[in-house]
């Protein structure tokens, strides 16, 4: 978290800078580079909302090495990226992904499909009604619906991990749908996060 | 009359607390028959030394209070205190209506006691039950659960459920926003409770051995499900699943030698059944939905279990080899996570109805579901090894999770309270043997 903030803090004005300059060559470079892995900083870019690719020079801060420009650069911790939304909510007794969460999915789906040692853990979860077991499978089947989602959108099957907790780990304490629908949920946990 | 709460007490043991003789569960009765059976339990003699640390007629009494059959005398409206036959006059006890009476004495006896108690039919005047109960140094509160079990058994005919216990969850919201998950088993009163693993990380679906001796639960402190069992003389356990997926809903088998549980390894939630032995696995269901929450026929053929395969969550049975399943349960959108009764007749179950989730049993003969308790959100039901009782997690105020028990035919209701956190998952034990 703490890594997170600071590099929110120290990041974001360096990136919005590049934006500026170049909209649509960032976006066209970043399509280009993601089937072949190429390296981070060309990849990170079609994910980014804010177009820095390949067009986009960016410094390195000072004195950071080579890796340490690859972790400031990565998405996962822009929090204006799409790929800050790490939760996705279900209707009741659903495993139906909403058409509003799909872009979410596939955000995250295309920032792992770029990121072959990049790992995430679905963790599915339900809302107090019904049974704790039955619960435990309802959970599961969320965490699997957002996995074959991303599955065809070429993530490997390495890269994530399902587990569900059912009702036992609920995001939001009460006994009415307010609560309910915070709880019946996949949360994205990457790891190292 | 006055609501009777029962303060019962008990060393929290891990904490360590010497001063701590607090209760952390206590019950009371919500709703008893009217038909109790009025009883003295007389205050208990005491022979040699006067300090002892349990009072034996108040743990009897309370115990049979608690089955919500008996109606025991208060103390101040005896008007003798007779510790043993000879010292009896019926005549004391017919003035205040009691049926039965209960008189007895405690001896020391090395480092233990004997207990020596009568029952006594006051209205024909005649002695129905009088034994001799050893016990150890701290067995005495032990002692006073078989005394109970016997006036129990010679009073109905059928065997009491008071020296048995209860395995149960609890929960706490720490302020940091953390919580910390305990499994623990207390006497079936709620006393004595004992934390028997405690994980930051949930746990849950606890289940007994045949024998009483060990546990099956589930536990999350690896970031995964996991199903251990541990033996709760030694506290040593093992890794029983560790499979990708769902490891949930262990239940022993009646003759204990095999597992049934709940696996997603093969792509869905199925229910296997594990030989515990050589730990071979065998599939007895087969379907793309949910099939979860298997529990046994008390003669091991056939299992009950939750499946969503037909549109809604119902009921179903298969053979515990395994073939064709069939549905059980017709009424309502709902019905999940069964208990079968010792004698096979009955399923408790929770069901689903406008009004929230409840308990209601399944007369398997007739066909007929009553709905017993009318929360919110009843569930977990688990039956009494003597049928009679049906123990279950329900809210308290503030969404408080507490553990409730309700009578089979619905008459006798109880409530237990955890003095802290939250308690759920309520199993009973099977008779001690």
Known sequence: MNKWVKLGVVLVPLLMLGACGSTGGAKKGGGAAAPGGTPSTDSSASTSPFGSGSGVDVTPLPGAGGGDTMAAMDPLNDPSSPLAKRVIYFEYDSNTIRPEDRATIEAHAQYLAQRGNVKVALEGHADERGSREYNIALGERRANAVRDVMSLLGVASSQVSTVSYGEERPAVLGDDESAWRMNRRVELVYSGQ | ?433
């Open chain 2, 1 to 433: 009359m006055p609501k009777l709460i029962l303060r019962l007490f008990a060393a929290a043991s891990l904490l360590l607390l010497a001063n701590s003789a607090h209760a952390v569960l206590s019950f009371e009765i919500t709703k008893g028959v009217v038909d109790a059976l009025p009883i003295a339990v007389v205050p208990f003699g005491v022979t040699g030394d006067p300090l002892l640390p349990v009072d034996v007629a108040e743990v009897v009494a309370a115990d049979l209070k608690f089955s919500g059959r008996f109606a025991p005398l208060p103390r101040k409206d005896m008007l003798s205190r007779p510790s043993e036959g000879s010292q009896v006059n019926f005549r004391d006890w017919r003035l205040v209506n009691v049926e039965s009476l209960v008189v007895g004495k405690v001896n020391r006896m090395g480092v233990g006691y004997v207990v020596q108690f009568q029952l006594f039919d006051v209205f024909r005047g005649v002695q129905l039950a009088a034994y001799s109960v050893r016990s150890d140094a701290d067995g005495l509160r032990r002692a006073a659960h078989q005394i109970a079990d016997i006036i129990y058994e010679t009073l109905t005919g059928e065997p009491g459920a008071f020296s048995t216990r209860i395995a149960y969850v609890t929960v706490e919201n720490l302020a940091d926003g953390k919580r910390r998950y305990a499994l623990e088993v207390s006497d079936a009163d709620g006393y004595d409770p004992k934390v028997i693993v405690n994980s930051a990380q949930p746990l849950m679906s606890p289940s007994w051995s045949a024998d009483g001796n060990r546990l099956a639960y589930v536990t999350f402190e690896n970031k995964r499900a996991q199903i251990y069992v541990q033996d709760l003389q030694s506290a040593q356990r093992q890794l029983l699943t560790s499979f990708e997926g769902i490891n949930g809903a262990p239940a022993w088998s009646p003759n204990g030698r095999e597992l049934a549980l709940t696996l997603s390894k093969d792509g869905n939630p199925e229910i296997y059944v594990m030989d515990l032995a050589s730990k071979q696995l065998r599939r007895v269901t087969e379907s793309l939905g949910i099939d979860t929450e298997p529990a046994w026929s008390p003669d091991g053929k056939t299992i009950y279990f939750t499946s969503d395969r037909g549109g809604s969550t119902q009921i179903y049975r298969v053979a515990a080899s395994g073939g064709r399943a069939e549905r059980v349960t017709f009424e309502g959108s709902y019905n999940a996570r069964v208990s079968v009764s010792p004698d096979g007749k009955y399923l408790a179950m929770i069901t689903r109805d406008n009004a929230g989730d409840h308990i209601a049993a399944l007369n398997l003969q007739n066909g007929a579901l009553q709905v017993l308790t009318d929360g919110r959100f009843d569930e977990s039901p688990s039956f009494a090894p003597n049928g009679r009782m049906i123990i279950y997690a329900t809210r308290a105020a503030a969404r408080r999770g507490v553990l409730a028990a309700v009578s089979v035919d619905g008459r006798v209701q109880q409530r237990f309270s955890a003095r802290e956190g939250e308690a759920r998952e309520p199993v009973w034990s099977p008779l001690r043997q």
